[in-house]
C-alpha cells in the first residue's frame, strides 16, 4: 500500500517544529546526559524507528538553533545556530521526499524528554555558560546523528531510506568538522 506524504505532513513536522517552544517553559530536574560522554540510544534498523529518530534529531536542531541564533554571545555561534535551523529544515524536507518514494508514511516529529529537558537547559543556562553549552550539546548530538545515520545505511530495512541515510551522512560530517573549527575557548568542557 503506497501513502503519500502530501505538503500538510512536511507542513506537520515543520510545525512541529514551530509549536514546541510551549512546551519547553516546563521545568526538568534531572540534568541532560550529554555531559562528557556520547548517548547511548538503540540504533533503529526499521524504516519507522529510524525516521522517528531523524525527524526527532532535525526537530531538536531547529530548535536548538533558533534558541543559539537568538542567545549566543559570540556572532559564529549565532550564525552555526541559524544554519542549522536551515540546514535541518531542509533535510526535514529531503527525508519526507525519500520516504515519499520509499512509501512509508512520516509522523510529525516529536521530541523525547531528554532532547525537550535539553532546550529547557538551553532557554535557562545562564547567559555567560550559553555558547559552551550550546556547542557541547552540538558536538555530542551530531556524533549521535552521525550514528544513526550511518547505521542506517548499512543496516536498515529500506532501500530507499538506506540510501537517505547515506545523503545525510555528508552534511552531518560538515557540521561536525565546524564545530570542531569552532574557537577552542567555546569548544572545552567546564561542568
Known amino acids: 500500500m503506497k501513502t503519500t506524504i502530501t505538503t500538510a505532513a ?21 540534568p541532560p546526559a550529554y555531559h562528557g560522554k556520547l548517548w547511548a540510544p538503540v540504533m533503529p534498523t526499521t524504516a519507522q524507528g529510524y525516521l522517528a529518530q531523524a525527524g526527532q534529531t532535525d526537530l531538536f536542531e531547529i530548535e536548538a538553533g533558533r534558541i543559539a541564533a537568538r542567545r549566543a554571545q559570540k556572532p559564529e555561534i549565532k550564525a552555526f545556530g541559524q544554519e542549522m535551523v536551515d540546514n535541518h529544515m531542509r533535510a526535514t524536507h529531503r527525508m519526507a521526499s525519500y520516504a515519499e518514494k520509499a512509501n512509508v508514511a512520516v509522523q510529525p516529529a516529536v521530541l523525547d524528554a ?11 543556562v545562564s547567559t555567560s555558560a550559553f555558547d559552551q553549552t ?54 572545552r568542557y567546564q561542568p
Open 10 to 30: 512536511i507542513a506537520t513536522i515543520l510545525f512541529a517544529a514551530a509549536g514546541a517552544a510551549p512546551a519547553l517553559a516546563q521545568n526538568v530536574s534531572t
Open 114 to 124: 531528554r532532547h525537550q529537558q535539553m532546550l529547557n537547559e538551553l532557554e535557562t
Open 134 to 187: 550550546y556547542v557541547n550539546m552540538q558536538t555530542y548530538g551530531h556524533e549521535e546523528a552521525l550514528r544513526l545515520h550511518q547505521n542506517y545505511a548499512q543496516n536498515g530495512d529500506n532501500q530507499t531510506l538506506r540510501l537517505a541515510a547515506a545523503d545525510m551522512v555528508p552534511m552531518i560530517e560538515e557540521h561536525r568538522d565546524q564545530l570542531h573549527g569552532l574557537s577552542p575557548q567555546v569548544l
